[in-house]
């Protein structure tokens, strides 16, 4: 059945180029696993020097307002000086986001980061990635491997956990499960992020940077995997649905190129291990990213799990948003039923769904309006998920359709040209 989301019921996420909740560090370009959907070629000892880092840092400063730096890659971990990165991301007075797939982390190096000022790990775990020792396994038993870094986080304590996972069209019905999952660690698993995979479309177009034509093979998401299918944001809701029925986003950001579309969709939901009582409304997320705004001067991003475990102060929102109030009317029904629910902590867990860059069928490429994983290239700040057509091209390709592309003449007289218009960019005549 198909899943409609009305963004108008929404909260539009305020978060834009020059003023964002997040921004994307990627000291190395090296990795220890080779994940399908990766946007980012594996390069072996591609580690950018602590001078380098520092530099990209200053750009942030002065192109971009953030307030939490997703420390990427490659996996930041293999960096030899990642307990430094962390370092002068906290002296700069942001929040360190470790983005890992976790391999190379250990309690010893997990105390130093703390000690360091790392504020979260965002864990990409998800069937697609050949671990060693996990071959065959599905979503649902990664959660054994997903429960292991949680907890090691709930250990040194104060730490926020995030997992994500790319869903394809084989995985997708896991999602509901793996919510389950995080339902139960709800006091130690804070956000559950689901990417959508957005299959190549590059045998479709011609692509060019700048005027020269390009071939688009030499990219690693080039790769077209002809058994999997596109996955859509509503897809993703569609299947939580199957099991949390009255499932509720209440954020997004669009797409460049489509207003009503669903680039990031924010979900957050309140509970305990046993029972989830509902979801906040638009204007709570609203009310959360423009007071944190307005009292440090930028958007809010990751939080600490001790502020994640006050949900019965959270319900002080309850006469400004309606999602807020529907949850304090079942957390109260729940307690005169059985008063002892009273000394279990009420969290805030949060689930956001991502989907990637849509290619239209006329060649237009809608990426995130106001996408948070922006970074360095060049001292200007780029699409981290495009970034390899910077690295290779040197500048972000086009996609023309074969149909529009330019043809030799039938008379032999020469070719037809790309013209450039207002109304047209990609004509031809």
Same mark, same amino acid.
């Given at each position: 059945? @198909?899943? %409609?989301i009305d963004?108008?019921?929404?909260?539009?996420?305020p $978060?834009?180029?020059?003023?964002?909740?997040?921004? $994307?560090?990627e000291?190395? *370009?090296?990795?220890?696993?080779a994940?399908?959907?990766?946007?980012r070629?594996n390069?072996p000892?591609g580690? =950018?020097?602590?001078?380098?880092?520092r530099h990209?840092?200053?750009?942030?400063?002065?192109?971009? =307002?953030?307030? !939490?730096? +997703?420390i990427?890659?490659?996996d930041?971990?293999l960096?030899?000086d990642?307990?430094?990165?962390? +370092?002068?991301?906290?002296d700069?007075?942001? %929040?360190?986001?470790?983005?890992?797939? !976790?391999?190379?982390?250990?309690r010893?190096?997990?105390?130093?980061?703390?000690?360091?000022?790392?504020? !979260?790990?965002?864990f990409h775990?998800?069937? %697609?990635?050949? /671990?060693?020792?996990?071959?065959? =396994?599905?979503e649902?038993?990664l959660n054994?491997?997903?429960l292991?870094?949680?907890?090691?986080?709930?250990?040194?304590?104060?730490?926020?956990?995030?997992?994500?996972?790319?869903?394809?069209?084989d995985?997708l019905?896991? &999602?509901?499960?793996?919510?389950a999952?995080?339902?139960?660690?709800?006091d130690?698993?804070?956000?559950?992020v689901?990417?959508?995979f957005?299959?190549?479309?590059?045998?479709?177009?011609?692509?060019?940077?700048g005027?020269?034509?390009?071939?688009?093979?030499?990219l690693v998401?080039?790769?077209v995997e002809?058994k999997?299918? &596109?996955?859509?944001a509503?897809?993703?809701?569609g299947?939580?649905?199957? /099991?949390?029925?009255?499932?509720?986003?209440?954020?997004?950001?669009?797409?460049?190129? =489509?207003?009503?579309s669903?680039?990031w969709? #924010?979900?957050?939901?309140?509970?305990?291990?046993? /029972?989830?009582y509902?979801?906040?409304?638009p204007?709570?997320?609203?009310l959360?990213?423009?007071?944190h705004h307005?009292?440090?001067?930028?958007?809010?991003?990751?939080?600490t799990?001790a502020?994640?475990?006050? !949900?019965?102060? #959270?319900?002080?929102?309850?006469?400004?948003?309606?999602?807020?109030?529907?949850?304090l009317r079942?957390?109260t029904?729940?307690?005169?039923?059985?008063?002892?629910?009273?000394? /279990?902590?009420?969290?805030l867990q949060?689930?956001m769904?991502?989907?990637?860059?849509?290619?239209?069928?006329?060649?237009r490429?809608?990426?995130?309006d106001?996408?948070?994983?922006?970074?360095? $290239? @060049?001292?200007e700040?780029?699409?981290?998920?495009?970034?390899? @057509?910077? #690295?290779k091209?040197?500048?972000f390709?086009r996609?023309?359709? $074969?149909?529009?592309?330019?043809?030799?003449?039938a008379d032999?007289?020469? @070719?037809?040209h790309? *013209?450039t218009n207002?109304?047209?960019?990609?004509?031809?005549?």
């Amino acid at each position: 059945m @198909e899943t %409609k989301i009305d963004h108008n019921a929404l909260y539009r996420l305020p $978060w834009t180029l020059p003023d964002n909740a997040i921004s $994307w560090l990627e000291p190395t *370009v090296a990795c220890n696993l080779a994940c399908e959907g990766c946007y980012r070629a594996n390069v072996p000892g591609g580690h =950018k020097t602590l001078a380098q880092i520092r530099h990209e840092l200053r750009v942030f400063k002065s192109l971009r =307002k953030t307030d !939490g730096i +997703s420390i990427a890659g490659g996996d930041p971990l293999l960096h030899p000086d990642i307990i430094e990165i962390v +370092s002068m991301v906290t002296d700069g007075g942001l %929040k360190p986001i470790v983005n890992t797939n !976790g391999q190379a982390l250990t309690r010893e190096l997990l105390r130093d980061l703390k000690r360091a000022g790392v504020v !979260g790990f965002t864990f990409h775990v998800d069937s %697609k990635q050949h /671990r060693p020792h996990w071959k065959g =396994k599905n979503e649902v038993d990664l959660n054994e491997l997903r429960l292991s870094y949680a907890e090691m986080l709930a250990e040194a304590g104060g730490i926020c956990c995030a997992f994500n996972s790319t869903v394809y069209s084989d995985t997708l019905e896991y &999602t509901p499960l793996m919510l389950a999952w995080a339902q139960e660690h709800i006091d130690i698993v804070h956000t559950m992020v689901f990417i959508a995979f957005r299959a190549a479309a590059a045998g479709e177009f011609a692509y060019y940077a700048g005027a020269e034509r390009v071939e688009m093979g030499s990219l690693v998401y080039s790769v077209v995997e002809e058994k999997q299918q &596109t996955i859509m944001a509503e897809d993703i809701v569609g299947a939580i649905r199957t /099991r949390y029925p009255d499932f509720q986003p209440c954020a997004y950001l669009n797409g460049t190129e =489509k207003p009503d579309s669903f680039k990031w969709l #924010m979900t957050a939901r309140m509970g305990t291990k046993e /029972r989830i009582y509902g979801y906040v409304g638009p204007r709570y997320m609203e009310l959360t990213q423009t007071l944190h705004h307005l009292l440090k001067g930028r958007y809010l991003a990751y939080t600490t799990p001790a502020v994640l475990r006050r !949900g019965r102060l #959270m319900l002080l929102l309850a006469p400004v948003d309606p999602g807020v109030s529907s949850i304090l009317r079942s957390y109260t029904s729940a307690l005169l039923r059985n008063p002892l629910r009273a000394v /279990r902590p009420l969290c805030l867990q949060s689930v956001m769904i991502i989907q990637p860059v849509d290619t239209f069928p006329d060649g237009r490429m809608s990426m995130c309006d106001g996408c948070p994983d922006i970074t360095v $290239w @060049e001292d200007e700040i780029v699409w981290s998920c495009r970034l390899e @057509e910077k #690295m290779k091209f040197g500048s972000f390709v086009r996609a023309i359709p $074969w149909e529009r592309v330019p043809q030799p003449a039938a008379d032999g007289g020469g @070719e037809r040209h790309l *013209v450039t218009n207002q109304n047209d960019p990609f004509g031809v005549r």
